[in-house]
């Protein structure tokens, strides 16, 4: 069955450091893997897509085949990032996404 | 555009109460979906619409129904409302028409926070 992990409830950071959201799938097909953040107060929106290979708002994902992994990753952390964030899978065949349990990121001033 | 629209915002039902959650999108999307979201637990999906005339049932359906009642609207109903049912419900809506990873993308509605007491 289709799968994404992400294995952290919450990251806590201070403004200007690196933080990395970890997301793991299992699928054994090819994937298309999303980030989607939640700001405090507003609706779901989708942050990036791995097939675009685009940065957005400083944040990147790579998707690692033979780690079956789609990190979240941006160098300096700024305190209008603090959201929760999901990952989410979509497998050939299906008109649904499958998103993880999410990690809720807190930066600190 | 407004985008994906729900109604209520907010809803107190007591156990054994019915009631219906409004979704409606204006994108000429094709496919529509009803999540719940419980902390600790992401997003689930309930139930979805791949195309206008079909609905689907997703990872937890019970105690739920669907209607597609055209192509911009897409409804959820409690029959008869539990306390495990206290969440905020997302709707949200994809052009499943469209080719390569945007057929995926997902837009979503502000949500309705809904408690069972």
């Not at chain 2, 309930?46 to 009642?69: F, H, M, Q």
Request: glycine content about 8%; hydrophobic content about 30%; charged content about 20%.
């Amino acid at each position: 069955a289709q799968r994404v992990t992400q294995p952290e409830k919450l990251l806590s950071v201070f403004k200007g450091a690196p933080v990395e959201l970890k997301c793991n799938y299992s699928y054994s097909g090819s994937p298309e893997l999303f980030w989607y953040v939640q700001y405090s107060r507003q609706r779901l929106q989708l942050l990036l897509r791995h097939i675009s290979r685009e940065s957005i708002k400083g944040f990147t994902a790579d998707l690692n085949k033979g780690e079956t992994s789609f990190h979240l990753k941006k160098p300096f952390a700024q305190e209008e990032d603090s959201a929760m964030y999901y990952c989410a899978l979509h497998t050939s065949g299906f008109q649904k996404l499958v998103f993880g349990t999410g990690t809720r990121l807190l930066v600190s001033p | 555009n407004a985008g994906v629209t729900q109604t209520p915002k907010f809803q107190v039902l007591k156990t054994g109460q019915s009631m219906t959650l409004q979704c409606a999108q204006d994108m000429n999307h094709n496919s529509m979906y009803w999540y719940r979201q419980d902390p600790g637990m992401g997003l689930r999906l309930i139930y979805y619409s791949a195309s206008e005339g079909t609905t689907d049932k997703g990872e937890v359906p019970n105690g739920y129904n669907v209607s597609r009642l055209n192509k911009r609207e897409f409804s959820l109903r409690l029959e008869s409302a539990a306390p495990s049912q206290t969440s905020v419900y997302f709707c949200a809506s994809s052009n499943s028409g469209t080719s390569g990873s945007r057929a995926y993308e997902q837009y979503f509605g502000p949500g309705t926070r809904l408690t069972v007491t």
